[in-house]
């Protein structure tokens, strides 16, 4: 069961070949998302995420060219099942591993994902459609802008998951504890105040059911930084694919408060 | 009364040159640490606040020369009570203000600092020492390194209240929901285990009388980054006078998770 899968495992699984979104792997341990930047462009990385912190809450830095981090002892190259390749803010490429890409002086940022807390949620007794139904979760572009730092400026990303409104609070206050893997929903209900005309259309990932008597509640997502490479276009940089994270060796406690 | 002052009034007091530490100053609002470095050190500083971040919880980081901040609306020269001057990692001064020692290339970051959560502590029922006796909080520089970053290192810095045995669990619970302003306590008790050999000698601001039934509570201190420039010698820094924080205008609240 995936979900039984030590980090290690996972990592060695998506390195031979698996290509599948990562929501529901390694129950307790922390996933997170990939961006890798060149080391010019790393401090405007680094405040862009201090002054947005409920999308871009960063779990780890890599030392320039570094191919491993300290949360994360798999080959930040090879061990996550998709890899996105922006040029110029462009998606030029979706693929397996980016080995041949690799870059000296690729600084790599691991940045908290909400995946991370579905375990708690489900614990809670709070249902998570897309692990129900095996897909990747619904992603949107929002209206609302981030503070931008330097050269980098884009919209919040959102993730979304329906919740019966009965458990809305119980989502609330369980997802709260998380504030390194974006923590409270930024958004409860009425999708259109953040400039999504159709759910069913999503940006990144795949749509999901809203059931009568649920309502969708919205998370920042860690894809917010490519978000931002796509509007600011530095000459190369290199993410996940969307749902598909880096399993890290942290465990999702390490992040909970209090 | 001190503890009544507005943001504001309080940054009009220091700026009109009352010299004190903040403890107890305008309940509900948010202190915080200054540092500011030279714009071509600010990575390697944000790096370092992200690798520790229970001593470095950064709160907001300026554009290079600007003299007040997002939630920091007066002015970083003056406006803090005593200033300290650092040249090649030695503190040369301390000061009023620092108006004529501005550069342009001066990046300021503040960081969150434990005086914020001292009103629920009270509130708790928690008692908190130097408040009572009106004296600064006493912080100590620990045997425990930081993790370094580029050209940054330098131990842990933490303040000590000392703690009725039977509100230890209290003084932990409550501090761990504001992780921003740096959460739970580090160590509770055994000094020793932190390489600190006498309690009534701190390394910054003073000591306070710890009675038979307390224990030493040790919190991370946003002294840390002076500690750092300290051991590591950037050519120039300026600091905020240990205790003698910025008054910002965020509230305690908006740190409090869930």
Redesign the interface.
């Given at each position: 069961m995936a979900k039984d899968m030590s980090p290690e495992q996972a990592r060695e699984a998506f390195r031979g070949g698996l290509r599948v979104p990562t929501s529901g792997f390694s129950a307790g341990w922390t996933q997170a998302n990939l961006i890798s930047l060149p080391r010019e462009h790393?401090?405007d990385f680094?405040?862009f995420a201090?002054?947005n912190p409920k999308s871009c809450p960063?779990l780890d830095?890599t030392e320039p060219g570094e191919t491993s981090a300290s949360i994360f002892r798999g080959d930040l190259r090879t061990d996550l099942p998709a890899y996105t390749v922006y040029r110029d803010g462009e998606l030029v490429e979706e693929r397996a591993e980016v080995v041949d890409l690799w870059r000296e002086d690729l600084v790599s940022f691991l940045v908290g994902c909400s995946f991370t807390f579905e375990a708690a949620l489900l614990e809670a007794g709070v249902p998570v459609r897309h692990i129900e139904v095996g897909s990747n979760v619904p992603m949107y572009r929002t209206s609302r802008q981030c503070r931008p730092a330097g050269g980098l400026s884009g919209p919040l990303v959102v993730s979304m998951r329906p919740v019966p409104a009965e458990l809305v609070a119980a989502a609330v206050?369980v997802t709260?504890?998380y504030?390194a893997v974006h923590?409270?929903p930024v958004h409860v209900g009425s999708p259109g105040a953040l400039g999504i005309t159709d759910l069913g259309a999503p940006d990144f990932g795949e749509a999901v059911e809203v059931r009568p008597g649920e309502v969708p509640v919205f998370w920042a997502c860690g894809v917010t930084p490519q978000a931002a490479v796509m509007q600011s276009k530095p000459p190369f940089a290199i993410g996940h694919a969307p749902g598909h994270m880096a399993i890290t060796d942290a465990r999702d406690s390490d992040y909970q408060?209090?």
């Open positions: 790393a401090y680094l405040l201090q002054r960063v830095v206050r709260s504890r504030p923590g409270a408060v209090p």
